[in-house]
């Protein structure tokens, strides 16, 4: 049932137009709940991608898509509903994604130099992390990367990464057990080795 408005001046009936509404609360929702986790969506893209433009690309896609069901979220847990988009968007993108975030040992494209970057947070969080660490990192199946970026550095717990990645907690702090053992092999003679650091 629409309600009808009289325009004062011509006396013309005119009819509110539904959608414009629907479209215009659309994007406040966006705004206030999904523009504010856009870094944390930068990052977990980038831990489920081969590439900085296929993260960028699995970004772009995921926010897309949660535009257009930002009516069906409930409002609760914004992070963990872009990770399950943009999971479930990787694995839908090309058959061989889901078997890279299942198992894939390759390591993935470096980070471009510091000179080359054009993002400030990338600037800024490439002068803080130790390249040591970052080729670590880089070095992860990004089956293993993901679980280690959402539990060890977004703080989620074992079960909401669980949850999130639809995969059994046993799962989950198995990868990441394997995981952190790689990035410590990785990291011994480093200046981040604790052995060193004694």
Same mark, same amino acid.
Do not use: S
């Given at each position: 049932m629409n309600a009808t408005l009289e /325009?004062? /001046?011509?006396?013309? &009936? #005119? #009819?509110p137009d539904?959608? /414009?509404t629907d479209l215009e609360t659309q994007r406040k929702? %966006?705004?206030? &709940?999904i523009v504010p986790e856009m870094s %944390? &969506? +930068?990052r977990i893209a980038r831990a489920m991608s081969h590439s900085q433009a296929e993260a960028d690309d699995l970004a772009q896609e995921t926010l897309v898509? /949660?535009?257009r069901a930002i009516d069906r979220f409930d409002g609760k847990f914004p992070r963990a509903w &872009?990770?399950?988009i +943009?999971? @479930?968007? +990787?694995? @839908?993108?090309?058959q061989r994604n889901r078997e890279f975030l299942q198992a894939d040992d390759s390591p993935i494209e470096p980070e471009p130099d510091p000179g080359e970057v054009s993002n400030p947070e990338d600037i800024i969080l490439s002068q803080v992390v130790d390249e040591n660490l970052k080729n670590a990192l880089d070095g992860l199946p990004p089956s293993f990367r993901t679980l280690i970026q959402l539990v060890d550095v977004e703080g989620m717990t074992y079960q909401e990464a669980a949850d999130v990645l639809d995969i059994p907690i046993g799962t989950v702090m198995s990868r990441l057990h394997r995981g952190r053992e790689r990035l410590r092999k990785s990291l011994r003679g480093t200046t981040l080795d604790p052995q060193t650091q004694r």
């Open positions: /325009a004062p /001046a011509t006396g013309i &009936l #005119v #009819v539904p959608m /414009a929702r %966006f705004e206030e &709940l %944390f &969506l +930068a898509k /949660a535009f &872009l990770t399950r +943009a999971r @479930n968007t +990787a694995i @839908n993108r090309d």
